[in-house]
């Protein structure tokens, strides 16, 4: 749906969207979707609802040739048997065998549809147990969303007050809604969603005939509308067991982890982090995007990227000190996500596409904001190393994890552009990340230097004594060491004749 065109210019990488690539494929002017096979919500329902229409009539006519090939068989072969058995009557010889027939197929028909809904009906085993799933919710998620609920309804019914029996009308319609569509929990995605968007159009038409084509009337009755329903029927219409949706978001957040590595320079983004006011832009985009999810109307699901997108477009500002273009902001966008890998992305999508007012979807900034955030999950889905001017090699380098983007300018590094891309070339976090793994492979060197001038000295020691000891050797070979008696002593024999040594005297002077 979406052409991503990537630039290949050299002063200059980017990826760009033809703007008109975002409008209905049929040329009504309203924007598209891609759930929506390019088409805008509009132009979907009637596409879907003539093809429904077609498929009915193929599947009435197909039962109906299988009907009458069953009936012309049952009748070819009961036929001879009843001939052989019973003679036939005069004026009366087809009208016994057909009206048994027709008793038979009746009764037939009556079995078989009731075996199909024994098998399809939920047994009251099954429905005891997700009763019991239910029931164990946490009490205080229970309370919260009760009463999330109950202000939610005494807002609404203020806000009708006002439209006095108009307002008890619309009321009435909604209640009566949704109680038709607590018996509808066995549907599909598709066909809850066109029995939401019909009862949207068919009270929009009548609340026009009321305010006498007042649009800005029915807009603010519409969303009242809207808030009301959606939160009554959130839990049973939000990533349904019936779809997908709970896969394609694992599947999203394992995309987008695995795209961690993934810079502002490789998408060609004109945000300089450095500045203050462009990083706390930053960091709001990044939060409103992941409030996405804790909303349950459509309305407020659409605020939430409406306001992201507003502070990525200041952001942008700020940093080129001009008015930021269409072409500025799909990639800043793409790049908020891939930062924020926002919970149930494509839950919270899908969950918009199918029950939000159409008419917000269609035009206005709204509409525009979520087309492009569309727009930005299927980049992400689909991106590739041709996507970021990347080889192969270094692609699957850096998604196995076993190397790491380089924010320096060096040859064969990514060329610095747009304003203070110098300074910040990169996610702050991942150029912290570089700079301790810098500090760490700078401190294994060193370390590997001392282990290698300590095992030197080592050695040395060893060498230095082995030396020694052997000098010592050869010292004691050349020069041996002998004791001989002095001849004085071996001499003298008279040693014991000798007089006793002098004893000092004391006198008394």
């Not at 319609?173 to 599909?188: A, T």
Request: glycine share 4%; proline share 5%; aromatic share 8%.
């Amino acid at each position: 749906f979406y052409s991503l065109i990537m630039s290949q210019r050299t002063e200059r990488r980017g990826i760009h969207v033809d703007q008109s690539d975002l409008l209905c494929k049929k040329g009504c002017g309203y924007y598209g979707n891609a759930a929506w096979q390019g088409l805008c919500s509009k132009c979907w329902r009637e596409e879907y609802q003539r093809v429904r229409q077609k498929q009915i009539q193929d599947d009435w006519a197909l039962a109906e040739k299988l009907q009458r090939e069953e009936e012309a068989a049952y009748a070819s072969s009961h036929g001879v048997q009843t001939q052989s058995t019973t003679p036939p009557q005069p004026g009366h010889a087809s009208l016994g065998p057909f009206s048994k027939f027709e008793e038979k197929k009746t009764n037939e028909k009556t079995r078989k549809v009731t075996t199909v809904k024994k098998f399809f009906s939920p047994s009251s085993r099954t429905a005891s147990k997700k009763e019991t799933q239910e029931g164990k919710t946490s009490p205080s998620i229970s309370r919260h969303a009760s009463f999330d609920t109950d202000q939610v309804s005494k807002d609404f019914v203020d806000f009708l007050k006002n439209l006095q029996k108009p307002g008890r009308e619309i009321h009435k319609q909604c209640r009566v809604f949704l109680v038709n569509m607590s018996s509808k929990k066995d549907l599909g995605a598709d066909e809850l969603s066109e029995c939401v968007q019909d009862f949207y159009q068919n009270l929009a038409d009548r609340l026009m005939t009321h305010f006498k084509g007042s649009s800005e009337s029915v807009e603010q009755v519409m969303d009242q509308v809207e808030k009301y329903i959606m939160t009554r029927l959130y839990k049973s219409v939000f990533c349904p067991e019936t779809t997908d949706d709970e896969r394609k978001d694992l599947a999203t957040q394992n995309r987008i982890r695995a795209l961690h590595w993934v810079t502002i320079q490789m998408l060609c983004v004109s945000m300089d982090e450095e500045i203050p006011e462009v990083s706390e832009n930053v960091v709001k985009a990044i939060t409103d995007i992941i409030e996405m999810d804790s909303k349950r109307v459509p309305r407020d699901k659409l605020a939430c990227i409406t306001h992201c997108s507003k502070h990525i477009f200041s952001a942008i500002r700020i940093t080129k000190n001009e008015p930021a273009s269409a072409d500025d902001f799909l990639p800043a966008l793409i790049y908020i996500v891939l930062k924020a890998n926002p919970p149930r992305l494509q839950s919270n999508i899908q969950y918009i596409t199918r029950f939000c007012n159409p008419s917000r979807l269609m035009t206005g900034e709204d509409g525009y904001y979520f087309t492009n955030l569309c727009c930005a999950a299927a980049f992400i889905e689909k991106l590739d190393a041709q996507s970021l001017n990347l080889s192969p090699e270094e692609f699957e380098r850096y998604m196995s994890g076993q190397a790491s983007p380089r924010c320096s300018s060096a040859e064969g590094e990514w060329p610095h552009t747009g304003p203070g891309a110098g300074v910040a070339a990169t996610n702050p976090v991942l150029a912290q990340l570089n700079h301790n793994l810098e500090q760490l492979s700078t401190i294994s060197s060193r370390q590997e230097k001392v282990m290698e001038a300590a095992q030197s000295l080592q050695a040395d020691l060893l060498s230095w004594t082995e030396s020694v000891q052997r000098e010592v050797n050869d010292i004691l070979e050349k020069y041996p060491l002998t004791c001989t008696v002095s001849a004085i002593d071996a001499n003298n024999i008279d040693n014991d004749n000798l007089p006793p040594p002098l004893t000092p005297q004391v006198f008394a002077g």
